[in-house]
């Protein structure tokens, strides 16, 4: 592992540190699915670049000190970088040969933004045409649940673990894992804490989690992402509610009672479903997902689907994943990494039923 060797370092990222300095045309040599800007910037967990290179080393070149990633070399992670800051890190000592490169980067930090800067060849080799994009895509879009909120714990507390970040990998997130097994390219739109209306216990009120997805730098306020016109997901599963619902209204939130709530949600709901709709077109399947199997949330999402079908949207479909294996013994009784496979397992036998034309 490496690590931002001083505080200075760190808060120079945070506060905005010279760009790394990114190779001419460095996405024209890294696939990426990801949301990120012409600079190469990027907030969203999960977002991953891809490439090749023949040789026995590769440099890779970033900049962020408020995250952690995983560099992989032909499928298999050789190091964990842990905020790293503004660096080329190098992977040496590889038999000389074509290889494949992907950096990805694992962990929540949405006030701050990445920036990626290329892959490097090393003495003697060559960085290659970038790998082709996979013709399948998945949007995953939702909260901790979904980010993988520290799934590689055993334990719930996490305080005495290394913390939230160290045992948080979106790159093992039930949607990540359920993209790989399907051979698709995938976004996890996750933002911890953020509900469709409302927040964990009505915190930042006025804000949900509709305030963010628009954005490719979720820390730059009125951020739009610039779809490059190569993102239209087959399939969006959408994964909001949990934090709206989870924790008791108090005095002074905006609705004054839980039907009120319930109400407002299942309103918001169907003009995020309209939003997807406006963007993605009728052809895309949007899977409406519960982690919960019976009561408001449950109830109101079931609802909501109902609602569309009725109107005509026949590729809203409902998704229970409710299952009493799911032990939640990660952090704060999120799922643990044992949950994310289940729920890949679940979810990957789910999208085999729905003959999506792929």
């Not at 996979?134 to 290394?162: H, K, M, P, W």
């Not at 949607?175 to 390219?185: E, I, K, Q, V, W």
């Not at 399947?285 to 109830?299: K, N, R």
Request: hydrophobic residues 35%.
């Amino acid at each position: 592992m490496i690590r931002a060797t001083t505080v200075a370092v760190l808060v120079a990222a945070l506060i905005g540190a010279p760009a790394v300095q990114a190779a001419p045309g460095a996405l024209d040599r890294a696939h990426t699915a990801g949301r990120v800007t012409a600079s190469v910037q990027y907030s969203w967990p999960g977002v991953y670049f891809e490439g090749r290179f023949r040789g026995t080393s590769v440099g890779i070149s970033l900049n962020d000190a408020a995250s952690y990633y995983d560099v992989q070399i032909d499928g298999r992670t050789v190091t964990t970088l842990v905020k790293p800051g503004r660096t080329t890190y190098w992977v040496r000592n590889l038999s000389y040969a074509e290889h494949r490169v992907r950096l990805v980067k694992r962990s929540e930090a949405p006030w701050a933004a990445g920036e990626f800067g290329g892959f490097v060849a090393g003495s003697g080799g060559a960085v290659l045409t970038k790998p082709a994009a996979r013709t399948r895509q998945i949007e995953f879009i939702g909260d901790s649940l979904t980010a993988g909120y520290g799934n590689l714990s055993t334990t719930r507390d996490c305080s005495t673990n290394g913390g939230v970040e160290a045992n948080t990998n979106t790159d093992l997130s039930f949607g990540a894992l359920t993209s790989r097994a399907l051979n698709a390219d995938y976004q996890v739109n996750a933002f911890s804490g953020r509900g469709m209306v409302r927040n964990y216990g009505g915190g930042e009120p006025g804000t949900s989690y509709r305030t963010y997805y628009d954005r490719a730098l979720l820390n730059v306020d009125g951020d739009v992402w610039q779809n490059p016109g190569t993102w239209r997901p087959q399939l969006v599963v959408v994964g909001l509610g949990t934090n709206d619902f989870s924790t008791a209204l108090k005095p002074g939130e905006q609705w004054p009672t839980p039907e009120s709530l319930v109400a407002a949600y299942k309103s918001a709901y169907q003009g995020f479903l309209d939003k997807l709709r406006s963007r993605y077109g009728a052809g895309t399947t949007i899977l409406v997902s519960v982690p919960e199997g019976s009561g408001t949330f449950a109830d109101a999402v079931r609802q909501v689907a109902q609602d569309r079908n009725n109107q005509g949207d026949s590729r809203v479909r409902y998704w229970n994943y409710a299952d009493p294996a799911l032990d939640r013994l990660g952090c704060d009784w999120h799922f643990s990494q044992r949950d994310h496979r289940l729920i890949s397992g679940l979810l990957t036998e789910y999208i085999s039923r729905l003959g999506l034309a792929w």
